[in-house]
């Protein structure tokens, strides 16, 4: 905006994020490559109204964004939540296998999504803590996001914000199927352009 000449107060960004965020989401998931099958299973923490909320994120072994979840807890629930959640997108397979670290709460919600279908029989179930080291890399990315921030005052605004960074980051990757390297730039400023035009 500076660039433009248009002076902007950082609580109106803030509002462009929360108004938009959402819609450049569904957008986005619209238009993405295919992950593959093999995926990263972590949650990390982000700071919400001054308590710690947990941070359910999944990537593909080449570090390709699978999904996110913000959950006030960690347990079983809010893990078996996530990977349905992660199981109903339309741009990746079903995973061949789960890779986590040794959380508890990952295989009884694995076990339980089983029983109900909506994970494959044969899926492996793998709690080796150094495979998720991609995972971990791609956590200090968002979390440095986060901090730039100066953390959150209320979970939606946080869960629309992290949707924000997420979305930004898949496309960092290249993970649209129309973009390409070195079109990044002009891509995010087209698809902005297309959300502000559209209301």
Same mark, same amino acid.
């Given at each position: 905006?500076?660039?433009?000449?248009?002076?902007?107060?950082?609580?109106?960004?803030?509002?462009?994020?929360?108004?938009?965020?959402?819609?450049?989401?569904?957008?986005?998931?619209?238009?993405?490559?295919?992950?593959?099958?093999?995926?990263?299973? !972590?949650?990390?923490?982000?700071?919400?109204?001054?308590?710690?909320? @947990?941070? @359910?994120?999944?990537?593909?072994?080449?570090?390709?964004?699978? !999904?996110?979840?913000?959950?006030?807890?960690? !347990?079983?629930?809010?893990?078996? &939540?996530?990977?349905?959640?992660?199981?109903?997108?339309?741009?990746?397979?079903?995973?061949?296998?789960?890779?986590?670290?040794?959380?508890?709460? @990952?295989?009884?919600?694995?076990?339980?999504?089983?029983?109900?279908?909506?994970?494959?029989?044969?899926?492996?179930?793998?709690?080796?803590? @150094?495979?998720?080291?991609?995972?971990?890399?791609?956590?200090?990315?968002?979390?440095?996001?986060?901090?730039?921030?100066?953390?959150?005052?209320?979970?939606?605004?946080?869960?629309?914000?992290?949707?924000?960074?997420?979305?930004?980051?898949?496309?960092?990757?290249?993970?649209? &199927?129309?973009?390409?390297?070195?079109?990044?730039?002009?891509?995010?400023?087209?698809?902005?352009?297309?959300?502000?035009?559209?209301?």
């Amino acid at each position: 905006m500076a660039e433009r000449g248009i002076s902007v107060d950082h609580v109106t960004l803030w509002r462009w994020v929360q108004r938009y965020t959402p819609e450049l989401e569904r957008r986005l998931r619209k238009g993405l490559k295919p992950t593959n099958d093999s995926w990263r299973v !972590d949650e990390t923490y982000v700071r919400v109204k001054g308590k710690w909320v @947990y941070l @359910y994120r999944a990537v593909d072994s080449t570090g390709a964004t699978i !999904d996110f979840l913000l959950s006030a807890k960690r !347990d079983a629930a809010a893990a078996e &939540r996530f990977l349905a959640k992660a199981l109903g997108g339309a741009n990746h397979p079903h995973p061949r296998v789960i890779n986590t670290d040794k959380d508890a709460a @990952y295989p009884p919600a694995i076990v339980q999504l089983k029983a109900e279908g909506a994970l494959e029989e044969d899926c492996q179930h793998r709690p080796v803590q @150094y495979l998720n080291n991609v995972l971990e890399r791609d956590h200090r990315v968002i979390k440095r996001r986060v901090r730039a921030s100066q953390h959150f005052r209320s979970f939606w605004g946080a869960w629309r914000t992290i949707a924000g960074y997420e979305a930004i980051r898949m496309i960092g990757k290249g993970q649209a &199927r129309w973009s390409a390297a070195g079109a990044k730039v002009g891509l995010l400023h087209g698809l902005i352009l297309g959300l502000f035009a559209a209301t």
